[in-house]
């Protein structure tokens, strides 16, 4: 039973790879097939030796974790040091292969008349005949000057002649049709009654990699993404390229990047220290409220004041940000009629934070209440008997023995808050979408924009074309932050000591 | 350091702990009445509006323009595929790190616990592009499928849970596997039919914690969802009621009441396992 369990895993896991081997092949993504064949020789080996048992265990989380999130942080780095984006999308074959597939007329080109005959297999067989009468046999690319009787022309004769109406109909295919002339120079269709020759603009050099301007010789080299002549003029498209450290140094050295990428490096500290903050002080104030056993309807406040964090935070977002609307909004209702005047909350860059900060500590109150409430629980009372025993006030109750043991258990705890909130793409992105706008700015960047909308920004959503490089970039700033606050937490609540416990 | 409260004393507590209250309420009670209100706009809304009508609601059921509804089913649908598909995942990888030993375990434990420090969204450009070349291959998981968008989802969430799930199944004894190995059983049938009973409430709260997850992610559903139909409800919201609140609110009320409903009734039936699975470690907001 089990042993059929095993082959029947086993033989479905390696159907799938047969499958996606033969999608890979078929689209020619040979490293990835390698890849793959690598995965498959693991998985049987897994499954067939003894000494795989345990292994076999962690293959899909495994594979998932390695595919989803290892492989992309990998590559992100590896992005970050090319130029991809708009105008650099495609590989490098591909731009070749478009700069090549580009024609242009010749001046005093000599027109073809054509009549096009179609043989039993479909095959378009066109007949040139130009000013002097020469006549010229075009087939599958191929050009073959005629005799005056040559047998081919008998052969013609078989195939059915392409009327007015069928020419008409078969434009897109004639005008796909093109015919090598010479070296550099092409047979295409110029309209319906005539084809034309045509110049290959440019042509690939392999042995130098480099394309030749056929009209004037000018050499184009491949530099940092794109085919670029001596004097520094580019081809369009680019390609993507490695450009190593350029996107790092467009970041800290080019002034109008520069400027908002610090502005939203420093707001985003100061936005993850404020939601800490707040949310933790009105959390662990009203934990203390809540914590008295002498106050009455504990459990009903409890349970009104944790909703809020019950809600998914996209939808709290989304209404508070009706909440806040400047003409129509409740909250500017409510202060036109108490105090005669209303706030531009979602236009002015100051009103923006703030209505950041007060959505977020709506958010984030009840969380910070709830881990409150457990560590003032976990004291024990007698600490606080020997404390009035020896004289001490409520505050030094307070400042001495809840605030140091509350510390112990909720500080990680603040930290990962604090991680969390600096990568908070969510509150700030249905809120605000980062702005107001930050003037002068050669990046889409906002007074409210954290580093993450920043770059998702970056990615996605600019206007003036989209930048994986860059914000890929920036991301690895992320990582770096993210990842020394996360790795110091384990370090404290000796997360790390308990893997090594553990061997 | 709590006394019996003189009458102010009571009083002033009392008063502060409502205006909390009324604070944390106030959002979620002016959106409830707007549901219910007949005019759809900013304008005119109440905290007890004048008349009630089920318009708003009717409107999420039947717009074929904004199909809200559907939305709601597809959160709900990929939650329960992705937190059905982690339990299993993350439970026989939890299996063997807390019952095996073999070479690259400590390594496949800090792995686990380094990943987190990676959190799986910062590497959304580059999940795009993968899922982007992964649909040229396959398209049935390419961008715009809710299968490449679980996958996504599936890769994400295995460190914490493997890890949490691993210190659990640590806490059950081993006696109940050895008897039933001597009996015969193999590993897998000792996992199958002792461990994955015993350790019901951490599969639970695994589950439920991440089908909320799941249903409140919004930054990778946006970048790989882009047609109406497969929106997930935190995409689509967006979208609809994107500067339209003076034309929308109405509906967009409703649709949020609907929305929030299940994650709500969710969080009340969890609350006691949440409140201690909080304090070791998961966190929002």
Redesign the interface.
């Known amino acids: 039973m089990?042993k059929m369990?095993k082959y029947m895993i086993l033989g479905i896991l390696n159907v799938a790879f047969l499958w996606?081997a033969l999608?890979?092949l078929s689209?020619q993504?040979y490293f990835?097939f390698v890849l793959l064949l690598l995965g498959a020789l693991l998985a049987n080996l897994v499954f067939l030796a003894p000494k795989g048992?345990?292994?076999r265990?962690?293959l899909?989380?495994?594979f998932?974790?390695v595919?989803?999130?290892?492989?992309?942080?990998v590559?992100?780095v590896y992005?970050s040091v090319t130029n991809y984006g708009t105008g650099n999308i495609l590989h490098k074959e591909q731009v070749i292969a478009q700069l090549e597939d580009r024609y242009v007329l010749e001046p005093d080109a000599e027109d073809y008349a054509f009549q096009a005959y179609r043989d039993d297999r479909g095959d378009l067989w066109l007949l040139f005949t130009d000013s002097r009468g020469e006549r010229l046999l075009g087939y599958r690319g191929q050009l073959t000057s005629l005799q005056e009787q040559d047998p081919l022309l008998e052969q013609l004769a078989d195939f059915a002649e392409l009327t007015r109406v069928d020419l008409v109909r078969a434009t897109n295919e004639l005008s796909g049709q093109s015919f090598a002339y010479d070296h550099t120079h092409e047979l295409r269709m110029r309209n319906i009654n005539s084809f034309s020759v045509y110049l290959q603009q440019y042509s690939y050099d392999r042995e130098n990699d480099a394309l030749i301007e056929s009209e004037t010789g000018t050499i184009y080299t491949p530099v940092g993404g794109y085919f670029q002549d001596p004097d520094g003029t580019r081809l369009t498209p680019g390609f993507r390229a490695v450009v190593g450290i350029n996107n790092f140094r467009r970041l800290f050295g080019n002034p109008q990047i520069t400027g908002p990428f610090v502005r939203v490096f420093i707001w985003t500290i100061q936005w993850a220290l404020l939601s800490v903050a707040t949310?933790f002080v009105?959390g662990l104030f009203?934990a203390i409220?809540?914590?008295?056993?002498?106050?009455?309807?504990r459990k009903v406040?409890r349970s009104?004041?944790?909703?809020?964090?019950?809600?998914?935070?996209?939808?709290?977002a989304?209404?508070?940000?009706?909440?806040f609307?400047t003409?129509?909004?409740?909250i500017n209702q409510i202060l036109q009629a108490t105090i005669g005047s209303s706030v531009p909350w979602l236009q002015d860059p100051l009103w923006a934070k703030v209505a950041l900060v007060i959505l977020?500590l709506?958010?984030?109150f009840?969380?910070m209440m709830?881990?409150c409430?457990?560590?003032l629980q976990s004291i024990g009372a007698e600490m606080?008997e020997a404390a009035v025993v020896d004289g001490a006030s409520?505050w030094q109750?307070?400042r001495h023995?809840?605030v140091p043991l509350l510390m112990v258990?909720v500080a990680?705890?603040l930290v990962?808050?604090f991680a969390?909130n600096f990568?908070n793409?969510?509150v700030i992105?249905?809120l605000t979408r980062g702005r107001p706008p930050i003037v002068g700015a050669q990046t889409p960047a906002g007074h409210t924009d954290i580093l993450?909308s920043y770059?998702?920004r970056l990615?996605?959503e600019s206007g003036r074309g989209i930048d994986?490089g860059l914000?890929?970039s920036v991301?690895l700033v992320?990582?770096l932050i993210?990842?020394a606050i996360?790795?110091f937490n384990?370090r404290f609540t000796g997360?790390?000591e308990d893997?090594?416990k553990?061997? | 350091m709590y006394r019996k409260h003189s009458f102010f004393r009571a009083l002033w507590r009392h008063v502060t702990l409502l205006l909390f209250v009324v604070f944390a309420l106030f959002p979620i009670l002016w959106v409830i009445s707007a549901s219910f209100n007949p005019a759809n706009t900013l304008v005119g809304q109440s905290l007890v509006p004048r008349s009630i009508s089920l318009d708003n609601y009717r409107q999420v059921f039947t717009s074929e323009q904004y199909p809200i509804a559907l939305w709601i089913k597809n959160s709900i649908l990929i939650g329960l595929v992705t937190s059905a598909l982690v339990v299993v995942m993350t439970s026989l990888a939890a299996y063997a790190f807390s019952r095996f030993r073999f070479r690259g375990r400590r390594e496949g434990l800090f792995a686990s616990l380094m990943v987190q420090v990676f959190p799986q969204m910062l590497a959304a450009v580059s999940i795009y592009l993968l899922v982007l070349s992964v649909g040229k291959i396959m398209p049935a998981l390419g961008i715009n499928t809710h299968a490449g968008l679980i996958m996504v989802y599936l890769g994400g969430a295995m460190g914490v849970n493997a890890w949490l799930m691993k210190g659990y199944f640590d806490t059950i004894p081993t006696s109940l596997e050895e008897s039933a190995m001597i009996d015969g059983a193999s590993p897998f049938q000792a996992y199958y039919m002792i461990i994955l009973p015993l350790a019901r409430p951490i599969l639970a709260v695994i589950f439920l914690l991440q089908f909320i997850g799941t249903y409140s992610e919004f930054i990778l559903a946006s970048v790989l969802i882009s047609s109406s139909e497969k929106y997930t409800l935190a995409v689509g919201l967006q979208l609809f009621i994107h500067d339209q609140y003076a034309s929308r609110w109405g509906v967009f009320s409703a649709a949020s009441v609907l929305g929030a409903l299940p994650i709500v009734l969710l969080f009340m039936f969890l609350q006691k396992y949440l409140v201690s699975g909080l304090t070791s470690g998961a966190v929002k907001g």
């Open positions: 089990g369990i996606v999608f890979l689209s993504a990835v048992y345990p292994y265990y962690l899909p989380a495994a998932f974790m595919v989803m999130v290892v492989y992309p942080i590559y992100t992005i949310t009105v009203l409220l809540l914590n008295d056993p002498y106050l009455r309807l406040y009104l004041l944790i909703l809020p964090y019950a809600i998914p935070a996209f939808i709290s989304l209404i508070w940000r009706g909440l609307n003409e129509l909004g409740v977020n709506w958010l984030g009840p969380y709830i881990i409430l457990g560590a606080y409520s109750q307070f023995i809840t258990s990680p705890l990962s808050s969390f990568n793409f969510s992105y249905l993450i770059t998702y990615a996605f994986y914000a890929s991301t992320i990582f993210t990842g996360t790795f384990f997360a790390l893997v090594n553990n061997v």
